[in-house]
Antibody
Framework: QVQLVQSGAEVKKPGASVKVSCQAS????????LHWVRQAPGQGLEWMGI????????TYAQNFQGRVTMTRDTSTSTLYMEVSSLRSEDTAVYYC????????????WGQGTLVTVSS | QSALTQPPSASGSPGQSVTISCTGT?????????VSWYQQHPGKAPKLMIS???KRPSGVPDRFSGSKSGNTASLTVSGLQAEDEADYYC??????????FGTGTKVTVL
């Protein structure tokens, strides 16, 4: 069965970086797009960016350009997202989600990773 | 890219229907048939309920249906049940590999 399993919770200080992973299983890793979505406490969902695992190309939401980097390791079917220059407003649950190509739909989601930014 | 606009809340008694709107622009909702809807219970990951405006994934009750007119998409939940109480989010493709979510609607079953 399809699974997206994310890394565990992180606590970081302002100005630091964090790298979250999302390991996919149960399907062909390179044939579906992957996204990162975040949700601040008590807030809505916010789209961060997309990665095409086939070639590694990425597109980021304007709010995150220059501060977020998405990469992948096809040998381990793992997606990564690094956020730099963390600030308190980055405290959120970060989700990875799979998109069947050309559907604009997130059909499977990871369990979420809580990143807390606090001094 | 601005978030799509949803009403903050909606409610209905068990057995009744509730409809949630999702308003965007001709650059997102109105421009593509790639609107999807997600249900989120507290502390859980979102769950896909409707894809590509009207498609219901396997396992989703047929009480859930989607539609679109112009720049506004809608999710209707018929025959409300207690377990339908959750937050609901719409999402749309916005071109050039950009995607956007709605502001979210809390559905309460009275």
């Amino acid at each position: 069965q399809v699974q997206l399993v994310q890394s565990g919770a992180e606590v970081k200080k302002p100005g630091a970086s964090v790298k979250v992973s999302c390991q996919a299983s149960g399907y062909s890793f390179t044939t579906y797009y992957l996204h990162w979505v975040r949700q601040a406490p008590g807030q809505g969902l916010e789209w961060m960016g997309i990665l095409n695992p086939s070639g590694g190309s990425t597109t980021y939401a304007q709010n995150f350009q220059g501060r977020v980097t998405m990469t992948r390791d096809t040998s381990t079917s793992t997606l990564y997202m690094e956020v730099s220059s963390l600030r308190s407003e980055d405290t959120a649950v970060y989700y990875c989600a799979r998109e069947p190509r050309g559907s604009g739909t997130y059909d499977y989601w990871g369990q979420g990773t809580l990143v807390t930014v606090s001094s | 890219q601005s978030a799509l606009t949803q009403p903050p809340s909606a409610s209905g008694s068990p057995g009744q229907s509730v409809t949630i709107s999702c308003t965007g622009t001709s650059s997102d909702v109105g421009g593509y048939n790639y609107v999807s809807w997600y249900q989120q219970h507290p502390g859980k990951a979102p769950k896909l309920m409707i894809s590509e405006v009207t498609k219901r994934p396997s396992g989703v009750p047929d009480r859930f249906s989607g539609s679109k007119s112009g720049n506004t998409a809608s999710l209707t939940v018929s025959g409300l049940q207690a377990e339908d109480e959750a937050d609901y989010y719409c999402s749309s493709y916005a071109g050039s590999n950009i995607y956007v979510f709605g502001t979210g609607t809390k559905v309460t079953v009275l």
